[in-house]
């Protein structure tokens, strides 16, 4: 794999360091508006650098990402299947710093697809949906927890949003099926297949039922999501996260 010096060497003209993070950035606002220029009478060996403002292609790329098992030969974190999952937080926040494009396709990924043409991703997007695969369930504790994040004042950030309980609650007993988060996200052709199919439209969860999250719809769930905490007299109360 190509490595940060080396980009840097080789593309010093285009790219530079940021001062705030170990990241790339643009070395001029020329330059991007040079590779947006970029087309495809520019022939195939340029028309390969621009870049896309067509919210399939970022869809597409996002489904690539969410599909990958691993990482420079690291497994994701979301695969192991321990029931304790003993060190899943470290690995986490460990994973996201090393791979920081992966917070943002998490946070953003069905934004691009709403604007994107259905039968161009309906086959990428199908495979997000399989409740069996790691990428299901990669992407829905990943919306969970990074919502969590930014809906939960510090304490409760601190004691109650760890990955680990965000990821306990969509894989727990309660956790939301296909439906439930498709409902959320407000996508009518999946919850339409997947009503087809035979899932009950009334099933229970965290997230409450389809029905629910179809009616208060993606941005209002972190407030009805709810949790139970634990206080010192054993008694539990209700927080919102």
């Known amino acids: 794999m190509t490595t940060l010096d080396e980009l840097l060497n080789w593309c010093s003209s285009l790219v530079r360091k940021s001062l705030q ?3 790339l950035e ?3 606002f020329t330059v991007k508006e040079y590779l947006m220029g970029l087309n495809e009478s520019c022939g195939a060996d340029m028309a390969q650098y ?3 403002v067509d919210h399939t292609d970022i869809s597409r790329t996002c489904f690539r990402f969410l599909g990958l098992s691993e990482f420079d030969g690291t497994p994701l974190p979301v695969t192991d299947l321990d029931p304790e999952l003993s060190g899943f937080d470290e690995a986490w926040r ?7 494009f ?3 396709v998490l946070r953003y990924w069905h934004v691009h697809a709403h604007k994107s043409s259905w039968d161009e991703i309906e086959d990428g997007l199908w495979l997000l949906f399989d409740e069996s695969s790691s990428s299901y369930r990669l992407w829905t504790f990943g919306n969970l927890y990074y919502h ?4 939960s004042s510090n304490l409760e950030r601190e004691r109650h949003s760890s990955p680990l309980s965000s990821l306990k609650k969509v894989t727990g007993p309660s956790g939301p099926s296909a439906l439930h988060w498709a409902a ?9 297949v997947l009503i087809t199919r035979g899932v009950e439209v009334n099933a229970s969860s965290i997230l409450g039922s389809p029905i629910y999250c179809a009616t208060m719809g993606f941005y209002s769930f972190p407030r009805r999501m709810q949790i139970m905490v634990p206080i010192r007299n054993s008694k539990r109360r209700l927080s919102r996260i």
């Open 26 to 28: 643009l070395a001029h």
């Open 50 to 52: 621009r870049m896309s």
């Open 94 to 100: 460990d994973f996201e710093g090393k791979y920081t």
């Open 184 to 192: 959320v996200l407000a996508l009518p052709n999946i919850c339409t």
């Open 148 to 151: 969590a994040m930014d809906h």
């Open 102 to 104: 992966m917070e943002y």
């Open 21 to 23: 993070s170990d990241e």
